[in-house]
């Protein structure tokens, strides 16, 4: 385990139950961040990427969501099992999160001024005077690009781009040591996308903020992480360093099908080579490898059993391509 963790989640599984079925969102997700790092957790739509940020925050849908099994420690305390009053001294003070669609994560009727400042008033440990306050509103846009003049204009006043500049102000205000991004750059164009990456990155530097970077594009992951974990069905099956991920030569079939997807500047390649077929029902639980009916390389031992992970050096593969009995990754 890294010296100085600042998160740890261990087995970690949730499902959503409604009356009609059960679905199994999660199934015993486990990986540390150390201070100051950042971790790519990718995979595609559905994995379970969002509904494990969710869980950190502790945000899950009250009715439907459940933690079934796990811990989830940060900086000494288990997260799942605080008290909602407690919790709400810990998310966006010292955990913080960019949401998917600034267009929605943003309330209409207020300036961003006021909702920057809404953050540091819930959280105002310090007793700061309401001049302070506004001070400091002043100093989070200037950091994102934005001039402090526009802080009284609303949402709807600001392109998609600056939105998401808004979003990121407010959740970096009180200076979290633990900052979630969830697809922070889906709905912008590829220009914009690029600024507000270095915007994160400089940020993440200069606040010495731990990080975990939500999203399907490895390019993303490629620039702004330090590790990497890839996430299929609610599993990770493959985490590394971004080293171990890009450079590395054993991979799970998965992730080189991901790889595989990616078109290429420097190889003429006259088709791209999609992941056949489907991710599985996440309302079934089958035995063995769920990726087992999309892998090319499927054996018997595949349908029958769930892999252990495959250790090499800080590279775990859970695949029973790399045979070995031992712990789960991440762990």
Same mark, same amino acid.
């Given at each position: 385990m890294k010296e100085d963790v600042i998160l740890a989640v261990k087995d970690l599984s949730v499902i959503y139950q409604t009356d009609l079925e059960t679905v199994y969102a999660v199934n015993g997700v486990s990986f540390t961040l150390g201070r100051g790092e950042s971790l790519g957790l990718v995979?595609?739509?559905?994995?379970?990427?969002?509904?494990?940020?969710?869980?950190?925050?502790?945000?899950?849908?009250?009715?439907?969501?459940?933690?079934?099994?796990?811990?989830?420690?940060?900086?000494?305390?288990?997260?799942?099992?605080?008290?909602?009053q407690k919790m709400r001294t810990i998310r966006g003070n010292k955990v913080?999160?960019?949401?998917?669609?600034?267009?929605?994560?943003?309330?209409?009727?207020?300036?961003?001024?006021?909702?920057?400042?809404?953050?540091?008033?819930?959280?105002?440990?310090?007793?700061?005077?309401?001049e302070?306050?506004?001070?400091? #509103?002043?100093?989070?846009?200037?950091?994102? +690009?934005?001039? $402090?003049?526009?802080?009284?204009?609303? *949402?709807?006043?600001?392109?998609?781009?600056?939105?998401?500049?808004?979003?990121?102000?407010m959740a970096l205000s009180c200076e979290p040591d633990l900052l979630i991004a969830d697809e922070p750059t889906t709905a912008l164009d590829v220009t914009i996308q690029a600024q507000v990456l270095l915007m994160i990155r400089e940020l993440r530097d200069r606040l010495g903020t731990s990080m975990i970077m939500i999203t399907h594009?490895?390019?993303?992951?490629?620039?702004?992480?330090?590790?990497?974990?890839?996430?299929?069905?609610?599993?990770?099956?493959?985490?590394?360093t971004a080293e171990?991920?890009?450079?590395?030569?054993?991979?799970?079939?998965?992730?080189?099908?991901?790889?595989?997807?990616?078109?290429?500047?420097?190889?003429? #390649?006259?088709?791209?080579?999609?992941?056949? +077929?489907?991710? $599985?029902?996440?309302?079934?639980?089958? *035995?063995?490898?769920?990726?087992?009916?999309?892998?090319?390389k499927c054996m018997d031992i595949c349908r029958e059993k769930s892999p252990e992970a495959h250790y090499e050096g800080t590279h775990a593969i859970r695949c029973h391509l790399f045979h070995q009995t031992g712990q789960q990754v991440g762990g």
């Open positions: 995979g595609e739509t559905g994995a379970g990427k969002t509904t494990l940020a969710l869980t950190m925050m502790q945000l899950l849908p009250e009715r439907t969501g459940k933690v079934t099994g796990g811990e989830i420690w940060f900086e000494g305390e288990d997260l799942t099992s605080l008290s909602e913080a999160m960019i949401f998917q669609d600034p267009m929605t994560s943003l309330n209409p009727v207020l300036t961003v001024g006021e909702q920057i400042a809404e953050a540091l008033l819930v959280h105002n440990e310090s007793g700061w005077t309401k302070k306050i506004e001070q400091r #509103v002043d100093e989070t846009l200037n950091m994102v +690009g934005i001039p $402090p003049a526009r802080k009284n204009e609303y *949402p709807h006043q600001f392109s998609g781009g600056m939105k998401q500049r808004v979003v990121i102000a594009d490895l390019g993303i992951v490629a620039q702004t992480c330090d590790n990497v974990a890839v996430m299929y069905a609610g599993e990770i099956i493959e985490i590394g171990d991920i890009f450079n590395g030569k054993n991979h799970h079939p998965y992730t080189e099908g991901l790889f595989g997807s990616i078109p290429r500047l420097n190889t003429k #390649v006259k088709r791209l080579t999609p992941i056949d +077929g489907l991710m $599985p029902d996440p309302t079934v639980r089958e *035995p063995g490898c769920k990726f087992a009916p999309r892998c090319s």
